[in-house]
């Protein structure tokens, strides 16, 4: 089975603490998603990786950034922590190639519930 | 841009019932994926069902069942003899094809949220 792991369920930090939430996935999936799920907004893809290195912005990009040193491995970074990062974030993996019976499904990680005050 | 809609923020059924879910997503691509995700209370994320679009039949999973009308872009999620179990968000969420690789960037719909009714 898939096994997408996050570092932490929940988080409290304070109002300009750097922060840092942490994804590993052990398929050898070459690509990592960090995604923000907000109430009545569903998921926003924040940041992208498709190979080690190599990152792309989302469509909620501002505030955030992210590393991929090792494939799998994507972290993302919270430079100054801000009350309304409060969120659920979601980190996902997938494949890059169309694999048959495996046509570009993500797998979730458990989530970590951020709460910044 | 591609824009995925659900319309029904909150759904109830009783258990051992059928309830759909609808999806409306705006495209102008021709071949694409379409997914149903499930998100229980408090646990992972889990594929329900996908439908490619070049396939004019519908995807089912055992009780889980989709009504795919391409032309009219709509993506209906059936469950069938609802089960306690089934109660959790539910996210219709779409992506595009492209060919040799793909970075299957997934486009969500804001949920709806299915309660169970015993």
């Known amino acids: 089975d898939v096994k997408v792991t996050q570092s932490s369920r929940y988080l409290v930090k304070r109002t300009g603490e750097k922060v840092f939430l942490e994804c590993v996935q052990d398929m050898d999936h070459e690509n990592m998603f960090w995604y923000r799920q907000d109430p009545g907004l569903g998921l926003r893809l924040i940041y992208f990786s498709y190979d080690v290195k190599m990152k792309e912005k989302g469509d909620i990009p501002e505030g955030y950034s992210v590393s991929r040193e090792k494939k799998e491995r994507f972290s993302l970074i919270l430079e100054s922590a801000s009350t309304n990062q409060t969120s659920m974030y979601l980190c996902?993996?997938?494949?890059?190639?169309?694999?048959?019976?495996?046509?570009?499904?993500?797998?979730f990680g458990p989530g970590t519930r951020l709460t910044v005050t | 841009a591609q824009t995925v809609t659900q319309s029904q923020p909150e759904m109830s059924v009783q258990e051992a019932e059928t309830v759909t879910l609808s999806c409306t997503y705006d495209?102008?691509?021709?071949?694409?994926?379409l997914f149903w995700y499930k998100q229980p209370p408090s646990r992972q994320m889990i594929l329900v069902i996908r439908?490619?679009?070049?396939?004019?039949q519908n995807a089912t999973e055992n009780r889980f069942s989709v009504n795919f009308q391409k032309a009219a872009k709509s993506f209906s999620l059936k469950i069938s003899d609802s089960q306690l179990g089934d109660a959790a968000m539910y996210f219709c969420a779409y992506t595009t094809i492209m060919g040799g690789g793909a970075t299957n960037k997934l486009i969500f719909g804001t949920g709806t949220l299915l309660a169970v009714q015993p």
């Open positions: 996902a993996s997938s494949l890059y190639r169309w694999i048959a019976g495996d046509p570009y499904e993500q797998y």
């Open positions: 495209t102008s691509e021709s071949d694409y994926y």
């Open positions: 439908q490619e679009a070049y396939k004019q």
